[in-house]
């Protein structure tokens, strides 16, 4: 197996193993719904933002300002193709669940479970041509993907998705990057030290969403593993296929072979809450998909790895 592959076989073992963490301390109440919902705004408007912020506090060179822009124009060709593509595979016969269908087959969990899995495996320079990606993402998910489960079209998704600390830590990132400013060291070190939470915290409450989805319940409905297929194997594979002949990086690739191979994001769920869709059939989705990643993950990556290497 490729080193690239069993770098990420350890960390989704290395992740996993706290999602069953997140998941018994769920379970025995050590955590209720409303401490996971706690937790997951934490990570979503602090800690994960300070680690994507943190990336940028490195030297610039070429390599990464193109791996960068190389990752933004892989993720608007394979969203591009996946919107698309999702009204084939998933059409309006039950319009409410295609919805969530749709929106769990295009939309990774990249951010929430890519970032730190990005770190773990690349380090702080994956973590900043992973940013290219993610901006693209949040563009997306926060105009297209709110429109499509909300129904609503307005100037405020868009707004919205300027303001969502994701993308105002990438835009101060850039900033302090390309001006040169540096942190000193202690207060790096301060904000290092809460960035590096990002995969325990990131985990615990993926674990205790998965229990408060009902695994249980989850597994027996048989259309969840259709829906996860096409996230985790089918679109995938497309996508890789459409980004294999850029004239880019191999460690790009991969970046971005991780991102949209990662299971669906945990944002589907909070956006079908919100408009008052089917949000149990979005958390199944979520939970059967988190826990299947764990094979298909590390295997997607072997074979990106092994083509790569072979043209």
Same mark, same amino acid.
């Given at each position: 197996?490729?080193?690239?592959?069993?770098?990420?076989?350890?960390?989704?073992?290395?992740?996993?193993?706290?999602?069953?963490?997140?998941?018994?301390?769920?379970?025995?109440?050590?955590?209720?719904?409303?401490?996971?919902? %706690?937790?997951?705004?934490?990570?979503?408007?602090?800690?994960?933002?300070?680690?994507?912020?943190? =990336?940028?506090?490195?030297?610039?060179? %070429?390599?990464?300002?193109?791996?960068?822009? /190389?990752?933004?124009?892989?993720?608007?060709?394979?969203?591009?193709?996946?919107?698309?593509?999702?009204?084939?595979?998933? $059409?309006?016969?039950?319009?409410?669940? #295609?919805?969530?269908?749709?929106?769990?087959?295009?939309? =990774?969990?990249?951010?929430?479970?890519?970032?730190?899995?990005?770190?773990?495996?690349?380090?702080?320079?994956?973590?900043?041509? %992973?940013?290219?990606?993610?901006?693209?993402?949040?563009?997306?998910? /926060?105009?297209?993907?709110?429109?499509?489960?909300?129904?609503?079209?307005?100037?405020?998704?868009?707004?919205?998705?300027? $303001?969502?600390?994701?993308?105002? =830590?990438?835009?101060?990132?850039?900033?302090?990057?390309?001006?040169?400013?540096?942190?000193?060291?202690?207060?790096?070190?301060?904000? +290092?030290?809460?960035?590096?939470?990002?995969?325990?915290?990131?985990?615990?409450?993926?674990?205790?969403?998965?229990?408060?989805?009902?695994?249980? *319940?989850?597994? *027996?409905?048989?259309?969840?593993?259709?829906?996860?297929?096409?996230?985790?194997?089918? @679109?995938?594979?497309?996508?890789?296929?459409?980004?294999? @002949?850029?004239?880019? #990086?191999?460690?790009?690739?991969?970046?971005?072979?991780?991102?949209?191979?990662?299971?669906?994001?945990?944002?589907?769920?909070?956006?079908?809450?919100?408009?008052?869709? +089917?949000?149990?059939?979005?958390?199944?989705?979520?939970?059967?998909?988190?826990?299947? =990643?764990?094979?298909?993950?590390?295997?997607?990556?072997?074979?990106?790895?092994?083509?790569?290497?072979?043209?």
């Amino acid at each position: 197996m490729d080193g690239s592959a069993i770098a990420v076989l350890r960390q989704t073992v290395i992740m996993f193993i706290i999602v069953v963490i997140g998941a018994l301390c769920y379970k025995f109440k050590l955590i209720n719904d409303e401490g996971r919902r %706690q937790l997951s705004n934490l990570v979503l408007t602090v800690v994960n933002p300070l680690l994507i912020f943190l =990336s940028y506090q490195t030297e610039m060179r %070429q390599d990464l300002l193109e791996g960068f822009v /190389w990752a933004a124009v892989m993720a608007l060709i394979t969203y591009t193709v996946f919107i698309i593509l999702s009204h084939i595979f998933f $059409r309006d016969k039950d319009p409410g669940n #295609s919805t969530i269908e749709r929106f769990s087959v295009i939309y =990774s969990n990249c951010g929430f479970m890519g970032t730190p899995l990005i770190f773990g495996v690349f380090g702080a320079d994956g973590v900043f041509i %992973q940013t290219g990606f993610f901006t693209v993402f949040n563009l997306f998910v /926060w105009t297209h993907g709110i429109m499509s489960i909300s129904g609503e079209r307005n100037k405020k998704t868009v707004l919205n998705a300027l $303001r969502s600390p994701a993308l105002l =830590s990438i835009a101060a990132g850039l900033i302090c990057f390309f001006l040169h400013i540096t942190l000193p060291d202690i207060v790096f070190t301060a904000l +290092n030290n809460v960035a590096e939470m990002t995969t325990p915290l990131a985990m615990i409450v993926a674990g205790a969403s998965i229990m408060s989805a009902g695994l249980l *319940k989850s597994v *027996k409905h048989l259309r969840v593993y259709l829906v996860s297929a096409v996230k985790l194997i089918v @679109f995938p594979v497309i996508g890789f296929l459409l980004i294999i @002949f850029l004239p880019c #990086s191999d460690m790009t690739k991969l970046i971005s072979l991780i991102e949209f191979s990662c299971p669906a994001a945990t944002i589907g769920t909070m956006f079908a809450i919100r408009f008052n869709k +089917n949000s149990e059939y979005a958390s199944q989705i979520f939970a059967v998909s988190t826990v299947l =990643s764990a094979v298909t993950l590390p295997v997607i990556t072997m074979l990106g790895t092994t083509v790569l290497e072979m043209i």
